[in-house]
T-cell receptor, first 113, second 113 residues
Framework: AQSVTQPDIHITVSEGASLELRCNYS??????LFWYVQSPGQGLQLLLK??????LVQGIKGFEAEFKRSQSSFNLRKPSVHWSDAAEYFC???????????FGKGTKLSVKP | EAQVTQNPRYLITVTGKKLTVTCSQN?????MSWYRQDPGLGLRQIYY???????DKGDVPEGYKVSRKEKRNFPLILESPSPNQTSLYFC????????????FGNGTRLTVT
C-alpha cells in the first residue's frame, strides 16, 4: 500500500532559523506531491505542489520543496522561520488514482522566540 | 465568499444513531472529498467524488456512506456510528481533482458514546 512518511513528529526551531521538514513517498513512478499546512483549529492550506519538471518548487509564505527521485523525498524548507509558521505540516501524495490522496502523519512545528 | 461549509461543527451522539454531516461548496467545484483526522494518524481519506453521481472509496471507507446528487453538496452519512468513529472530519473541494488546490471546510468534531 502507498504511504507517506514524515519521520519527525515534532520540531522546534528558533525564530529566524532555517527549517527543513522531511517527507518520503512510496509511489514508484512520479507522483503528485503536495505540502499542506494546518494552523491550530483551522482547515488545511496548500503551500506548494509538484507534478513534474523543475525539481525545486516555490510556494507561498516563503516555503520551497525539492523533489528527489533517487531518495523518494520531497522535503520542505524555509530559510528563516517566523513565529506565525508554528503549525502542523502535512506531506501528501497522489500516486496514480485520480482522486485518492495519501497524507503523512504530520510534523508539528513550534517556533521559539 | 468562496467557501466550503460543513455542518454541524460539533456533534455528540450515541452508538447506532444514524447521522449525517453536510458539506456544501459554492465554487462550482467538480471534486469533493471527506477526511478524518485522528491524533498521530494525520488525515485519512474516507471517500471522494470526481463529479456528480461519481464516488469512490478512499483509504478508510468502512462504516461511512456518501452521495453526490448535485455538484455543490457531498454529505457524509454514518448509518450506525460506533465509538471508533469519534474523530475530526474535514470536507474539501477543488475545481478539477487532486491537481488543483483543495479548499477545506472548518471541520466537524464528532463524538460517539
Amino acid at each position: 500500500a502507498q504511504s507517506v512518511t514524515q519521520p519527525d513528529i515534532h520540531i522546534t526551531v528558533s525564530e529566524g532559523a532555517s527549517l527543513e521538514l522531511r517527507c518520503n513517498y512510496s509511489y514508484g513512478a512520479t507522483p503528485y506531491l503536495f505540502w499542506y499546512v494546518q494552523s491550530p483549529g483551522q482547515g488545511l492550506q496548500l503551500l506548494l505542489k509538484y507534478f513534474s519538471g523543475d525539481t525545486l518548487v516555490q510556494g507561498i509564505k516563503g516555503f520551497e520543496a525539492e523533489f528527489k527521485r533517487s531518495q523518494s523525498s520531497f522535503n520542505l524548507r524555509k530559510p528563516s522561520v517566523h513565529w506565525s509558521d508554528a503549525a502542523e505540516y502535512f506531506c501528501v501524495e497522489n500516486g496514480g488514482s485520480q482522486g485518492n490522496l495519501i497524507f503523512g502523519k504530520g510534523t508539528k512545528l513550534s517556533v521559539k522566540p | 465568499e468562496a467557501q466550503v461549509t460543513q455542518n454541524p461543527r460539533y456533534l455528540i451522539t450515541v452508538t447506532g444513531k444514524k447521522l449525517t454531516v453536510t458539506c456544501s461548496q459554492n465554487m462550482n467545484h467538480e471534486y469533493m472529498s471527506w477526511y478524518r483526522q485522528d491524533p498521530g494518524l494525520g488525515l485519512r481519506q474516507i471517500y471522494y467524488s470526481m463529479n456528480v453521481e461519481v464516488t469512490d472509496k478512499g483509504d478508510v471507507p468502512e462504516g461511512y456512506k456518501v452521495s453526490r446528487k448535485e455538484k455543490r453538496n457531498f454529505p457524509l452519512i454514518l448509518e450506525s456510528p460506533s465509538p471508533n468513529q469519534t474523530s475530526l472530519y474535514f470536507c474539501a473541494s477543488s475545481p478539477t481533482g487532486v491537481a488543483s488546490p483543495l479548499h477545506f471546510g472548518n471541520g466537524t468534531r464528532l463524538t460517539v458514546t
